[in-house]
């Protein structure tokens, strides 16, 4: 675990194919999303505003970590989507560090952690090896986009609902 990031996986060996990699790289941001949730609920129970600041980090911590880029959680299920989608998420960890400055040690150390294998894998998606890790039935494919857009989804709707303070205890009926 490293704080205020996150826990970091070393993997003994690649995963068979990029759908089993895509669900290990899913289920840290569904049981995030479960945790950030049971702070909601602490929030609920005391109108504490120190939890619905937590519960707002660790939303936002979470859709950071679906940015579709190695070594985060993001990168990991898009490989089983498309290895294009990786060039779309450089571009958006671009733009998130000019967006928003303070992010760009996260960033920037996602890229430093992932970006070679994030080149090898890359120069790898058109071998027979590359092209077997990454076969893929549709339906699969499917289930794997929906799981990662409604995230991405559900995780900006909880922050921007545990943004700002609720004097009126309105999350609290939640």
Known sequence: FIPFLGAFVAMKEMPKNALAEARVGLAGPVLG??????????????????????????FLLNLVNLI???????????????PAVWIFGLVI??????????????????????????????KMRNTPEGQAYHKIETRYRV?????????????TLLMAATSTPDPTGALAAV
């Open 143 to 155: 289930m794997v986009g929906a799981v990662y857009v409604g995230l991405i989804v559900v995780l």
């Open 33 to 58: 999303l479960f945790g950030g949730l049971a702070t909601v609920g602490l929030y609920a129970l005391t109108l504490n505003p120190l939890f619905l600041g937590l519960a707002f980090f660790n």
């Open 93 to 122: 960890m671009a733009a998130l560090s000019v967006v928003a400055p303070f992010m760009i040690f996260i960033l920037l150390f996602a890229v430093l952690l992932g970006g070679p294998e994030l080149w090898r894998r890359w």
């Open 68 to 82: 579709p880029v190695l070594p985060l959680d993001g990168g990991r299920a898009v490989g089983a989507l498309s």
